[in-house]
């Protein structure tokens, strides 16, 4: 079975600074995606960004980006120029690539705060 | 384009009561997962459905079911409510073919009394 692990359950943060979001994960398989999940207090769960296991160039989204370690089994998110409302629950989450008709399996999530 | 819409947005029920849940895929997209997420917790799978049949299960009892029909939509349903199904439920879409993005409704908070 595939686990997610977050290890820090909050972290807070200036406006404008850059912080990084710690995930583990475990699987015995080799074809997987990683998914970064944002879930502001409106509760709606919004797709940040995604890693294809067989890349091996990290993906970027504007100020995201992510660091895949894939030996180690690490997937962090690294948040640039925060900004107020990236203030959510930021989830890390796992997809066996075996077509579309897998599950996702998450983390317990961090809480992030930016601060004016 | 109208995201994943679910409803009622919220709901509140009595111990032993059933309840049923909605889910209007994205347009497109035609499997639809549902997750259960406990207050503080990450979501966790309790199933998926395409082409209107059950495709894959989590580790949930039998109370819970599902349908879906052939508009994509889905339903949820939970038989004899525990206190401890209280939670908010997600809905999920994604297309079955290739991407594996899964795009989430705003949930429904359901609270069990």
């Known amino acids: 079975a595939q686990t997610v692990t977050q290890s820090q359950p909050e972290m807070s943060v200036q406006e404008a600074e850059t912080v990084t979001l710690s995930c583990t994960y475990d699987?015995?398989?080799?074809?997987?995606?990683l998914f970064w999940y944002k879930q502001p207090p409106s509760r709606q769960m919004i797709l940040v960004i995604r890693?294809?296991?067989?890349?091996?160039q990290n993906a970027t989204e504007n100020r995201f980006s992510v660091n895949f370690q894939k030996a180690a089994k690490s997937f962090s998110l690294k948040i640039s120029d925060s900004q107020l409302g990236d203030t959510a629950m930021y989830f890390c989450a796992f997809m066996l690539g075996q077509g579309g008709s897998e599950k996702l399996v998450f983390g317990k999530g961090m809480k992030l705060t930016v601060n004016p | 384009d109208a995201g994943v819409t679910q409803s009622p947005t919220h709901l509140i029920k009595t111990r032993g009561q059933q309840v049923t849940l909605r889910c209007s895929p994205k347009s497109g997209h035609d499997t639809v997962s549902w997750y259960q997420q406990a207050l503080g917790q990450g979501p966790q799978f309790i199933f998926q459905y395409y082409e209107e049949e059950e495709r894959q299960r989590g580790n949930f009892p039998d109370r819970f079911s599902g349908h879906q029909f052939p508009n994509y939509s889905s339903e949820l349903n939970v038989n004899a409510l525990l206190l401890g199904d209280s939670a908010l439920y997600l809905c999920?879409?994604?297309?079955?073919?290739?991407?594996?993005?899964?795009?989430f409704g705003p949930g429904t908070r359901l609270t069990v009394t």
């Open positions: 699987t015995s398989e080799s074809n997987y995606y």
């Open positions: 999920a879409s994604s297309p079955s073919w290739g991407a594996y993005e899964q795009y």
């Open positions: 890693q294809e296991a067989y890349k091996q």
